[in-house]
């Protein structure tokens, strides 16, 4: 059974900061990953999306790595702003019904 | 615009009075899916569909039914609500071809049952 666990479950950084969330997998037969944001009471808005076959992607100051072999990506983020602050989720996508199995998330605060 | 809408996005119900979740989709997408949203436990999937009337199980099914009639909708039905289904859901939908498609998300339904 497919199990995501996300590190740190919280963090906080001053503006301006460039940093690092983690995800980790337990079973790298997946088609994808995909690494969403949720604001307080919000829905999910997707954020990048890589392909098993693929190391990374970029998405303005976004950028997501994913080794599969291992069974981890991280989604690093350039300058952080305030408007950042939000819950960071990583979901994989494998098996025959197409599940996403996510992560608890972590929750960013970016202080001004 | 492309999207993914839910009615209601809120509801206050009692134990045993069945309700319907709306779900419908404008991209013209094969795969759906419900997942409920719980604290300290996460996203978890309820039910999927690949396409009109094909739907099956997810991992917590228990308590609930949907139905695909139409390619753009795919309502949740609580027959007989209880309160241990108070959660917030999301629908989602995406295109089926082979794994490689994003999954877009509706705004969410908060329920509680009381």
């Known amino acids: 059974k497919q199990e995501v666990t996300q590190i740190p479950a919280a963090l906080s950084v001053p503006e301006g900061e460039n940093l690092v969330l983690n995800c980790s997998f337990t079973d790298s037969a997946i088609y994808n990953l995909q690494w969403f944001r949720q604001d307080p009471g919000k829905g999910l808005t997707s954020l990048l999306l890589i392909q098993s076959s693929q190391r990374e992607q970029t998405s303005g100051r976004l950028n997501a790595s994913l080794d599969k072999s291992s069974g981890r990506s991280t989604l690093y983020i350039a300058a952080s702003q305030p408007g950042d602050s939000a819950t960071y989720l990583c979901a994989v996508n494998g098996g025959s019904n197409y599940k996403l199995t996510f992560g608890k998330g972590t929750l960013l605060t970016v202080n001004p | 615009e492309a999207q993914v809408t839910q009615n209601p996005r809120y509801l206050i119900t009692v134990t045993g009075k069945k309700l319907t979740v709306t779900c419908s989709q404008n991209m013209n997408h094969e795969y759906m899916s419900w997942y409920r949203q719980d604290p300290g436990l996460g996203l978890r999937q309820i039910y999927y569909?690949?396409?009109?009337?094909?739907?099956d199980k997810g991992d917590v099914p228990e308590g609930y039914k949907v139905s695909r009639k139409e390619k753009r909708n795919f309502p949740l039905i609580l027959e007989s609500p209880s309160p241990n289904q108070t959660s917030l859901y999301f629908c989602a939908s995406s295109e089926w071809t082979g794994g490689s498609d994003t999954q877009y998300f509706g705004p969410g339904t908060r329920l509680t049952v009381l």
């Open positions: 569909s690949m396409n009109v009337e094909v739907t």
